[in-house]
């Protein structure tokens, strides 16, 4: 595994995050974001190998049958907790199962072209029987009339019966006795029933049940006898589809569950598969290269792009043995680092099995380690200078380098003296040199580029700068060493020409020693208290003449919510007083949430469906069975 000091400082989860975008599967996406570059060739070349393969299909347009697994995961856990699964959950089940059984035929049929694909697809687990049961029981959503004689029979049995409801109510409607008593010659549905509009002064004309009546008291809403009597039926006759349905779908569910543990490996398999192609569709879309790997810190790039930056200057290195390590010096912000984090990227990139973005192809050392040291190492909590952390990596990477490590030195020796600053600089890059590192490192300091130049182990580049213009080309060229350039650095930057005259005259010996003549005098100053309130404060809201709880701050903060008598208001913030503090009232960690619930009992109860609890869900069962009993009874 690759080992890093510091996190991310090569911006390789950018990258990562780039390679994920293109993965189809959460679960892909997921191991892409996690991947760790390998160190031992072997599983580089086959990662390498893997991601050619997947390239190849994408340049002979052979599109692999592909579909999510991101709505069968919780299909399957749902299973797992005894839960029962929908017409359409198991449709889903059945549609991925029939994608994983076309996915591994065309890997077959295309075998010779990507056989370590292949071998991924005959790791693919196939459940033909579980499919046929799901299809042969389940349509377009919902359980077929084939799964059961008697389903089909009742479903039957309802249509017919609700036809018989609509041509009663049409005979009710046409019947001279009804339609007198009539305020309105329509049916009207009331707590489920199809009810006549009648004229309260004609109610006891009409048989049947009265079933609610108009806020005037004016009409009666009545459910004629007949119509009642077939509309009991007709419930009746839905509990029975119902109830066939419902043994229907638990057959099926345990069946999914019997066989979870492939289906679960198939999710794994097809995880893999996505990885690769995604792997393959990015570095196909850096128009990527393979890269040749090395054991022996041969590091040779052509034409590499930056993976990150817009428009790149493509860069060119080259360290071979008996040369062990690059110095780079330039100016600042002439490239130096984005030099450093390119050839970094360039191996981690390679050992995640990514082409290269270059115009040729790159020769890479497999790395077992790499090491960097860029940028501000400050550490404001071990009350450590820039220097101080900066020597704390420096000693940790000194002494963990191996031979095939790669190390990453941005500035080193910077923040201190220059001359002891050099001398220790000079020090850690011979001892990583003595190691058989591979060093790559960036400089102003002097006696560092005297050291890159007299040393054999070690090559010197400098970052090409412009002086017509006055302007870096971020172009890399080696055997050469450059200067700093801190001039033209701060007056590009808007430094006043008067200071860069200055500095020029400095570095000629002339010091300046002229004395400031402002007189400063001291100015009145008021406080202006203003009250920071924080969630589960207790405070006082003046407009309600109470205490409630602080939530938090409206978008325009001037206005804050806040919970009060179980439901939450909002109030000015400024009519609010601060009674008790949340930190004083709570113990670190407390969820605060848990102040704003208005009913226990039911956050309780989701709380615990929500988790899969048996015990919640036969709750809930067993309220929607006494709901309908109610209403079977009321009917």
Not at 98 to 113: A, G, I, N, W
Not at 165 to 188: C, F, H, M, N
Not at 573 to 581: E, G, I, Q, T
Request: some cysteine; proline content about 4%; charged content about 25%.
């Amino acid at each position: 595994m690759t080992e890093f000091f510091e996190n991310n400082q090569l911006q390789f989860a950018q990258v990562l995050t780039q390679v994920a975008s293109y993965a189809k599967s959460p679960e892909a996406r997921n191991l892409l974001l996690q991947a760790q570059p390998l160190t031992k060739p072997a599983a580089v070349t086959h990662l390498l190998d893997e991601t050619e393969e997947g390239t190849r299909l994408l340049e002979r347009s052979l599109q692999l049958p592909f579909v999510s697994s991101d709505s069968l995961l919780p299909l399957i856990n749902r299973a797992q907790k005894g839960l029962l699964l929908s017409a359409d959950d198991l449709e889903k089940v059945a549609d991925y199962l029939r994608v994983c059984e076309l996915l591994q035929r065309f890997l077959y049929r295309e075998k010779d072209l990507v056989p370590i694909l292949n071998s991924y697809g005959e790791e693919l687990q196939l459940f033909p029987k579980l499919v046929e049961q799901i299809y042969q029981s389940i349509e377009h959503g919902q359980v077929a009339d084939s799964a059961d004689r008697d389903l089909r029979r009742l479903r039957r049995q309802e249509q017919e019966l609700s036809q018989e409801i609509k041509d009663t109510a049409g005979k009710l409607l046409q019947s001279k006795k009804v339609s007198q008593s009539l305020q309105e010659q329509r049916l009207v549905e009331k707590d489920g029933h199809l009810t006549l509009p009648v004229k309260s002064s004609f109610k006891k004309a009409i048989a049947g049940r009265i079933i609610a009546y108009s806020a005037n008291g004016q009409t009666a809403f009545i459910l004629p006898r007949k119509l009642d009597q077939l509309s009991s039926e007709k419930i009746a006759v839905k509990g029975q589809i119902e109830a066939i349905e419902a043994m229907i779908l638990g057959q099926l569910t345990a069946a999914v569950y019997e066989e979870s543990p492939g289906l679960l490996r198939n999710i794994d398999v097809v995880a893999a598969i996505d990885q690769i192609m995604a792997r393959a569709r990015y570095s196909r879309e850096l128009n990527g290269k393979r890269a040749r790997l090395n054991q022996t810190n041969q590091l040779l790039l052509r034409g590499m792009r930056h993976p990150l930056l817009r428009n790149p200057v493509p860069l060119d290195l080259e360290i071979k043995p008996p040369v062990r390590g690059l110095i780079i010096t330039g100016p600042n912000a002439g490239g130096k680092t984005a030099t450093l984090k390119n050839c970094g990227l360039a191996i981690m990139m390679t050992e995640i099995g990514l082409f290269l973005p270059s115009r040729e192809i790159c020769d890479i050392p497999v790395s077992q380690q790499i090491f960097s040291q860029i940028g501000d190492q400050q550490d404001l909590d071990n009350s450590l200078s820039t220097f101080s952390a900066e020597m704390t990596n420096i000693a940790k990477i000194v002494t963990h380098a191996q031979s095939r490590s790669l190390v990453l030195l941005d500035e080193l020796g910077s923040g201190t003296d220059p001359d002891e600053g050099a001398a220790i600089a000079i020090s850690v890059l011979q001892a990583l040199q003595l190691k058989g590192c591979l060093v790559l490192a960036t400089t102003h300091y002097s006696r560092i580029k005297d050291y890159a130049v007299k040393h054999p182990n070690y090559r010197t580049a400098s970052m090409d700068f412009n002086a017509d213009t006055l302007t870096p080309t971020y172009r890399l060229l080696l055997d050469q060493v450059g200067q700093s350039r801190a001039f033209w650095i701060a007056q590009k930057v808007g430094m006043p020409k008067e200071i860069i005259d200055q500095a020029q005259k400095v570095l000629a010996g002339q010091l300046p020693l002229s004395s400031s003549t402002v007189v400063l005098k001291e100015k009145a100053t008021s406080k202006i208290v203003k009250t920071h309130f924080c969630k589960g404060d207790v405070v006082y809201a003046g407009d309600l003449e109470r205490e409630g709880i602080f939530y938090a701050l409206e978008a325009n903060q001037t206005l804050a919510k806040i919970f009060v008598n179980k439901q939450f208001s909002v109030i000015p913030v400024k009519r609010l007083k601060l009674r008790r503090k949340a930190a004083d009232l709570y113990p670190e960690g407390y969820n605060l949430n848990l102040l704003f619930i208005s009913d226990w009992q039911e956050y309780k109860f989701n709380k615990d469906l929500n988790r899969g609890s048996k015990k919640a869900y036969k709750k809930l069962v067993k309220h929607e069975q006494e709901v309908k009993s109610n209403s079977s009874k009321n009917s």
